[in-house]
């Protein structure tokens, strides 16, 4: 009997390629974010602390270079080169106001022009911006937690030096100062160092810093810091401040005498007295060893010791602690996700100037998420690649550009809420 089935044949049709597109963008979701940054008066702002007088040979602004950066961060563009090619983008373009892409030694070289005096301009008007936002926000109690991380590099950068450098050991660094409004997930206060300062060094400067930052509403503040900033002077000025602290003690020279103690086992008892430094053991894992032909588990301890004003036992402090990690997952953040310190010159002041750009990029995506609680929760990472870096064409009719965006896209719901959410 013959087969009279059909059978389905899968047919693919080959499609030429031209480099002819024009009016094209890979950044939508740019747009909604100047339209916020232009209600916060950014742009405006930083035009006036950075004025550009326009002689015929300068076709770019001061503001224009620096918000290509901050863009350029939030989109996930790193390194000057890329930058410049960031701005050819047709929707950059507009939104900076640009008549031609930026070239990458302008932005160096206008970013040098700045110097010292920039940076200290630059951080003064993002201390005053963020601390706008922060009084909108805040509330009587506010947690704050310290840290500095190490950014490597692969060149004779001006300030970049040896020091403690766990990832590449041995190479050039520099070693940014940081500290987070925990409860807001933002950078509050940031400072730019060489790669051979301490972790603490600087960190009393740093603080009477910060405390201008906070609003006269926050009553309560708790400082939280590791081992690197055990020091008695920042005890001594966290406590003519009136703030709590809790910072992990250096365990060097110490853990032996940890080990020698009398141990008993501690299920939800108060210590009888309060004590300057407070010690817990926690078992770290079990091994197996061999004792007189019997095989036995015997327990490696692993030791933490705390310095805090808080009236509270070890176990209590142990887990406030613990919470204080999250704080390295936002530096992670700042560093691999908003790039920052990825962007280098050859110039300390100028490489100072892009760090702060990068962290405000990252404080600006916070203040978004923040705004719009739904995502809140969300990484930068997850807001860039569902709402900021999408395809589109740019249209120009009846004196008004429009994206045109794909029409079936899957977000395409939570994106205009998101734009709408921003707008107000």
């Given at each position: ?12 049709k ?6 002819t597109?024009v009016?094209?963008?890979?950044y ?13 008066n950014?742009?405006k702002?930083l ?14 602004s ?16 790193h ?61 009587d ?54 790669g ?19 609003s ?51 299920e ?16 770290k ?5 061999d ?7 015997v ?31 936002w ?14 010159t ?9 760090w ?27 807001l860039?690649?569902?709402f ?12 008004q550009?429009?994206?045109?965006i794909?029409?079936?896209?899957y ?14």
């Open positions: 009997m013959k087969n009279t089935k059909k059978k389905s044949k899968f047919k693919s080959n499609i030429r390629h031209a480099f597109g009016k094209l963008t890979q939508s979701g740019l747009s909604p974010i100047m339209k916020y940054l232009n209600g916060q950014l742009g702002e035009n006036k602390i950075f004025p550009t007088l326009m002689y015929n040979s300068s076709k770019f001061n503001v224009q270079v620096l918000l290509s950066v901050v863009l350029a961060s939030i989109a996930g563009v390194r000057l080169k890329r930058i410049s090619h960031f701005t050819r983008d047709s929707l950059v373009m507009n939104l900076l106001g640009l008549e031609k892409d930026l070239n990458k030694d302008v932005i160096g070289i206008r970013l040098k022009q700045m110097g010292q005096s920039g940076s200290i301009k630059l951080q003064e008007f993002l201390f005053k911006w963020q601390k706008r936002w922060m009084d909108k926000v805040v509330n109690s506010i947690t704050l937690d310290a840290d500095s991380t190490v950014q490597t590099v692969y060149g004779n950068q001006e300030g970049a030096a040896k020091g403690y450098n766990s990832h590449k050991k041995g190479a050039k660094s520099y070693h940014p100062l940081l500290i987070f409004a925990s409860e807001l997930k933002i950078v509050l206060n940031s400072w730019f160092r060489t051979s300062a301490y972790t603490s060094n600087g960190i009393c400067e740093f603080l009477k810093q910060t405390k201008e930052l906070l006269k509403n926050i009553k309560n503040v708790f400082f939280r810091a590791d081992s690197g900033f055990f020091n008695g002077t920042l005890f001594d000025l966290l406590e003519s401040y009136g703030w709590t602290y809790l910072v992990k003690v250096k365990l060097k020279n110490l853990k032996t005498l940890l080990m020698s103690q009398e141990w008993e086992i501690v939800g008892k108060n210590w009888e007295k309060p004590r300057k430094l407070r010690a817990i053991r926690s078992v894992r079990w091994i197996e060893t004792f007189f032909g019997k095989n036995q588990l327990a490696e301890y692993e030791y933490a010791c705390y310095c805090s004003n808080l009236e509270k036992d070890a176990v209590e402090l142990h887990e406030n602690y613990k919470r204080r990690s999250v704080s390295e997952t530096i992670e953040e700042v560093k691999s996700q908003l790039l920052a310190g990825k962007n280098l050859d110039d300390f002041h100028a490489n100072d100037i892009l702060q750009l990068q962290v405000l990029a990252y404080n600006i995506s916070v203040m978004m998420r923040y705004k719009v609680k739904k995502y809140w929760r969300q990484e930068h990472k997850t860039r690649d569902w900021i870096n999408i395809p589109a064409k740019l249209v120009c009719g009846g004196h550009l429009t994206l045109k794909y029409e079936h896209y977000y395409k719901n939570r994106w205009i809420e998101l734009d709408q959410l921003l707008s107000i």
